[in-house]
Nanobody, 116 residues
Framework: QVRLVESGGALVQTGGSLRLSCAASTSIFRILTIGWYRQAPGKQRELVAT???????SHADSVKGRFTIARDNAKNTAYLQMNSLRSEDTAVYYCSALFGSTWDYWGQGTQVTVSS
């Protein structure tokens, strides 16, 4: 199985930056599409960004221009660079892997809190 472990969440001030990391347990990572999701209390889970095995990226409208997803297949790691953070970005952020047509693998989540 693919194990995913997120890290990098923290308490930051409005306007600050964080970089989240998603480390995978196996080299199969290189063929997977990786997505970052987030979920805040009272809100449904939101897909934030994706990066394909070939490096193509997509970002939700709510984070375009502020967040950037990337991957380093040699390190079996994906990243989410978050800049210009706002209070509405506060959520638990999850890394997930798309293998085929379903999001089959999930990390444990990492908390991002942005002070208002």
């Amino acid at each position: 199985q693919v194990r995913l472990v997120e890290s990098g969440g923290a308490l930051v001030q409005t306007g600050g930056s964080l970089r989240l990391s998603c480390a995978a347990s196996t080299s199969i990572f290189r063929i997977l599409t990786i997505g970052w999701y987030r979920q805040a209390p009272g809100k449904q889970r939101e897909l934030v960004a994706t990066v394909s095995s070939g490096g193509s990226t997509s970002h939700a409208d709510s984070v375009k221009g502020r967040f950037t997803i990337a991957r380093d297949n040699a390190k079996n790691t994906a990243y989410l660079q978050m800049n210009s953070l706002r209070s509405e970005d506060t959520a638990v952020y999850y890394c997930s892997a798309l293998f085929g047509s379903t999001w089959d693998y999930w990390g444990q989540g990492t908390q991002v809190t942005v002070s208002s």
